[in-house]
Nanobody, 121 residues
Framework: QVHLVESGGGLVQPGGSLRLSCAAS????????MGWYRQAPGKQRELVAI???????SYADSVKGRFTCSRDNANNTVYLQMNSLKPEDTAVYYC???????????????WGQGTQVTVSS
């Protein structure tokens, strides 16, 4: 069984910063990709940032230059450092992982339960 547990969400003023963490665990050979999606009320879920096991990153245009995604492979933990936050960043943020279970030669997608980020004065 694979579990992704997010933490670090909360309320912050515009221009402020937050750091989200996601700890992944389970009988997994490799977490090939880890990252973050978000979903605001009335909108579909969108990709925020991803990082591969080798450390390569990709970001949505809306957060590029403000957010930084990183991972600690030893602890299977992924982080999202969010700076210069804007009200439009308000959403539920979901940890994401694409991984291959032991003894299975294909990849599966896994999701955390989500953590609320609210940017407001």
């Amino acid at each position: 069984q694979v579990h992704l547990v997010e933490s670090g969400g909360g309320l912050v003023q515009p221009g402020g910063s937050l750091r989200l963490s996601c700890a992944a665990s389970g009988s997994i050979l490799r977490f090939n990709v880890m990252g973050w999606y978000r979903q605001a009320p009335g909108k579909q879920r969108e990709l925020v940032a991803i990082v591969t096991s080798g450390g390569s990153t990709s970001y949505a245009d809306s957060v590029k230059g403000r957010f930084t995604c990183s991972r600690d492979n030893a602890n299977n933990t992924v982080y999202l450092q969010m700076n210069s936050l804007k009200p439009e960043d308000t959403a539920v943020y979901y940890c994401y992982a694409r991984a291959s279970p032991y003894a299975v030669g294909r990849l599966y997608d896994y999701w955390g339960q989500g953590t609320q980020v609210t940017v407001s004065s």
